[in-house]
């Protein structure tokens, strides 16, 4: 009887995850939309760094759902909380748009420290998946992009916070942040692949 249920469990993991990332992340979006119509004026940089998180959620999903739809695992708090912290981290960063450009530039930063361990996280725990043959240690280049840009915002932010930048600096800053999170999905899905993993066609 246990092994029965812990077997419907691992084939019921995907569905799960899937399902809860998808919902917190289409959250989200939504609260994206919510703060763009509340604002009085839309600048700009507002729409550059909504379109950076619009970006960044996407990011997760895809990071997510390839991570999830291939392993058998039992679901465990650990996951939970996972999922939980990259949502808080979407909601920080969302809030941040708006707001001075070294509050968005400070929260950035922080979000992408949180994504680079949520990143060796997702892939550690689909190696827990016997069937599934993983070597994490070639997901670091994956996770020193998360470490550069939380450098590269921190720097922004100190220097928003110290010299006067004008608005075309601090847009240049956050036009430059979109490829560094394209740069992300592209070498995540490149090291996926060289690990012998199924990606989407």
Not at 129 to 146: C, G
Request: proline fraction near 2%; glycine fraction near 4%; charge should be negative.
């Amino acid at each position: 009887m246990q092994h029965e249920i812990k077997t419907r469990l691992e084939e019921n993991y995907s569905a799960i995850y899937i399902t809860i990332v998808s919902v917190l992340l289409g959250l989200a979006l939504d609260d994206i939309v919510s703060i763009l119509r509340n604002l009085e004026s839309i600048s700009l940089f507002n729409w550059l760094t909504a379109a950076f998180s619009v970006h960044v959620i996407f990011n997760a999903w895809v990071g997510y759902s390839v991570a999830a739809s291939i392993a058998r695992l039992v679901p465990s708090a650990w996951d939970a909380l996972n999922v939980f912290t990259l949502s808080v981290a979407h909601f920080s960063l969302n809030s941040a748009i708006g707001e001075e450009p070294t509050v968005f530039f400070y929260t950035a930063s922080c979000y992408s420290a949180v994504a680079g361990g949520v990143t060796y996280y997702n892939v550690w725990r689909a190696n827990q998946d016997d069937s599934i043959d993983i070597v994490p240690r070639t997901f670091l280049k994956v996770i020193a992009i998360n470490a550069a840009g939380a450098v590269a915002f921190l720097t922004a932010g100190i220097v928003t916070q110290t010299v006067i930048l004008s608005d075309t600096a601090q847009n240049s800053i956050v036009v430059l942040g979109v490829p560094f999170a394209t740069l992300w999905l592209y070498v995540f899905l490149r090291v996926w692949r060289a690990n012998d993993l199924p990606v989407w066609r």
